[in-house]
């Protein structure tokens, strides 16, 4: 049924920039909450970014804030995460995350996101 596919992944340089996109098919609605969430290795998965079903709320991890930026392009169902300033400790796989249908409300708790991508890596390196 429903699929989300990430794309943007790749190796930078510390400082750089990556944009991520998040494409979601299956589903005729996109009044739903949509959120990044990446796992380093040997690390526990934790929320990165999420967005509200209006877009009108984003929520960001501390340690992303005023670095990475939420997106989101309804009519195509895809959502976007520009990140600058990039870090070593920046380095994990990219997850894209959506609630159920009519789940507007963005959260940082990733059961509550009922489908997931398959990931894509980011590689930060000095």
């Known amino acids: 049924q429903v699929q989300l596919v990430e794309f943007g992944g790749g190796f930078v340089q510390a400082g750089g920039s990556l944009r991520l996109s998040c494409e979601v098919s299956g589903r005729s609605n996109s009044n739903f909450a949509m959120a990044w969430f990446r796992q380093a290795p040997g690390k526990e998965r934790e929320f990165v970014g999420g967005i509200s079903g209006r877009s009108d709320r984003t929520m960001y991890a501390d340690s992303v804030k005023g670095r990475f930026t939420l997106s989101r392009d309804g009519a195509e169902n895809t959502m976007y995460l520009q990140m600058n300033s990039l870090k070593p400790e920046d380095t994990a796989v990219y997850y894209c995350?959506?609630?159920?249908?009519?789940?507007?409300?963005?959260?940082?708790?990733?059961?509550?996101?009922?489908?997931w991508g398959q990931g894509t890596q980011v590689t930060v390196s000095l």
């Open positions: 995350a959506a609630r159920g249908d009519r789940s507007v409300a963005v959260t940082t708790t990733q059961i509550s996101y009922a489908h």
